[in-house]
């Protein structure tokens, strides 16, 4: 197969949100079939397009080096449509909390102590 015969083939797209390193929102996109590829963006549309340049990179590294192309193999079970190639993992909101302890304070101690 071609470069451009492999880009037509519909992989599985895993899209979920991320926590970037300075705090704020992004998402990743991945192909889980394809394993590493994957992409980040500041929107769930940004981050499936960056996929499509990254698959394309993917397969075209391993058609460089005669490496085995993994194919695209749809789920079985539960209700996902053979047409279906999105799954969107939605944002769920998060409680931080912070517990403060004591300077001296020995978890072991305490759960000995507790038992």
């Known amino acids: 197969m071609t470069l451009n015969e492999y880009m037509k083939l519909k992989y599985l797209t895993i ?22 590829c994957m992409s980040h963006a500041q929107t769930p549309d940004e981050a499936t397009r960056n996929l499509i340049e990254a698959k394309r990179l ?14 695209p193999v749809q789920p079985t079970g539960g209700t996902f449509s053979s047409s279906q190639s999105i799954i969107v993992v939605p944002v769920r909101e998060t409680k931080k909390i912070e517990i403060h302890l004591p300077s001296e304070y020995d978890m072991l101690q305490a759960a000995s102590e507790a038992a």
Not at 21 to 28: H, N, P, S
Not at 64 to 71: A, F, H, N, V, W
Request: hydrophobic share 35%; with cysteine; glycine share 8%.
């Open 58 to 71: 993917y397969i075209a590294t391993l058609l460089e080096k005669g490496l085995d192309i993994p194919m």
């Open 15 to 36: 899209i979920m949100p991320e926590e970037c390193t300075d705090g704020t929102l992004c998402y990743r996109a991945e192909h889980p079939q394809l394993p590493g």
